[in-house]
């Protein structure tokens, strides 16, 4: 089992207090981790790669029981950075919050998920128990994807359910965006402005944002472009440019305009994408565009269900953010819940409400009880 003298709050607190930012390693973290699911009975896969930087990134894929399909929970062990103004490391009880980075997003439902698994026989499960932790989630879902391609337990045989532990105040989630970024290039010459012999990049991209500034409103209020499942109902259509820092005195050799789109299901966002392309072709710019679609199971689907027999909520709903269910979707059933709030993710003061996560537990073990008991 895992350590004895462990509640979900000890176990939060010791993740919290083990830093594991995604600028850095989280072998260390990992390394804790696994540990954990070992004395529980688990069978560990260790999946790894190293960055450019060269720092290693570790995810780990754990299994409890045999046979086939079964209950995943997936998580993720990175955090965004600390910030600065407290002390995002030392976790804190204040006021019936956990205070600490990741707190919420998201150790504390990881912690969650692994002391429902402990609170299990092993001996009675009938159908296997799976705890997948990656690196990465926060910086483009790195290792969710090596372990979708890579990890040889998962290929033997991916769970027919899966819970993504994201904080959703522990109301089940059937479907959330995506995100697609597009990148229009224009290349200038640059030149100072007293010799008038140079090329403004920013001037041969204006025509192009006028377009994309007329298309604002289209994106808001065309029904092609809206699903009314989600609040706000739109792509969150944006845009931001880069001329890398030219001076006033100088045209500009290079301008890059960034535009994003969250997708939504059933939603034809590959038109929308079409049309920038097309018009940024209109003014010979470059273009490039790279991201994932959104995240979508039924309502009525059997995980949704479950999960809302397990928490006592009448109705599923949907969330703006994106997770890393949207890498695992075209194998296992899934569903996202987990507790605390995501307003609080990524802030200064990161806390999620100890008596939610406490709860969670509870949940989770119901889960666990109808699908692999």
């Given at each position: ?62 299994k409890l029981g045999q046979g086939t399909g079964g209950l995943g929970f997936f998580s993720h062990s990175d955090t965004v950075p600390g910030d600065q103004g407290w002390s995002p490391f030392d976790p804190v009880e204040q006021d019936g919050r956990l205070l600490g980075r990741g707190s919420c997003d998201m150790k504390g439902p990881l912690a969650a998920t ?83 012999r140079g090329v403004s990049a920013n001037f041969l991209i204006a025509p192009f944002l006028a377009e994309m500034a007329a298309l604002v409103p289209v994106f808001k209020t065309d029904e092609r472009y809206l699903n009314h499942e989600f609040a706000p109902p739109t792509f969150g259509f944006n845009m931001v440019l880069d001329d890398f820092g030219c001076k ?126």
């Amino acid at each position: 089992m895992i350590r004895t003298s462990y509640d979900v709050l000890q176990l939060t607190k010791d993740l919290v207090a083990i830093p594991s930012p995604s600028n850095i390693s989280n072998a260390a973290v990992s390394d804790f981790l696994e540990a954990q699911l070992k004395q529980g009975g688990f069978e560990i896969e260790r999946l790894s790669y190293t960055e450019p930087t060269g720092e290693a990134k570790v995810s780990l894929v754990a299994k409890l029981g045999q046979g086939t399909g079964g209950l995943g929970f997936f998580s993720h062990s990175d955090t965004v950075p600390g910030d600065q103004g407290w002390s995002p490391f030392d976790p804190v009880e204040q006021d019936g919050r956990l205070l600490g980075r990741g707190s919420c997003d998201m150790k504390g439902p990881l912690a969650a998920t692994m002391m429902a698994a402990a609170s299990i026989d092993a001996s009675k499960l009938r159908k296997p128990l799976y705890i997948v932790v990656t690196a990465d989630e926060e910086v483009g879902y790195g290792g969710a994807y090596q372990v979708e391609q890579a990890s040889t337990i998962l290929h033997e045989n991916w769970p027919t359910y899966g819970v993504v532990a994201e904080p959703t105040q522990m109301i089940p989630v059937y479907a959330h965006k995506g995100g697609i970024s597009l990148y229009v290039t224009a290349h200038g010459q640059a030149a100072h402005t007293s010799t008038d012999r140079g090329v403004s990049a920013n001037f041969l991209i204006a025509p192009f944002l006028a377009e994309m500034a007329a298309l604002v409103p289209v994106f808001k209020t065309d029904e092609r472009y809206l699903n009314h499942e989600f609040a706000p109902p739109t792509f969150g259509f944006n845009m931001v440019l880069d001329d890398f820092g030219c001076k006033s005195n100088v045209t500009a050799a290079k301008t890059v305009c960034t535009l994003s789109l969250r997708t939504m299901p059933n939603v034809n966002h590959e038109d929308a994408i079409a049309l920038i392309v097309e018009k940024a072709k209109k003014y010979d710019l470059e273009v490039t565009w790279r991201g994932a679609g959104p995240f979508h199971v039924a309502p009525d689907a059997e995980i949704v269900q479950m999960a809302l027999q397990a928490t006592g909520i009448a109705k599923a709903e949907t969330v703006p953010f994106g997770t890393e269910a949207l890498v695992y979707q075209t194998h296992t059933q899934q569903v996202i819940l987990g507790p605390g709030n995501i307003a609080q993710a990524h802030t200064v003061g990161e806390w999620i409400d100890v008596a939610q996560l406490s709860s969670a537990v509870e949940i989770y073990r119901r889960l666990i009880e109808m699908v692999c008991l």
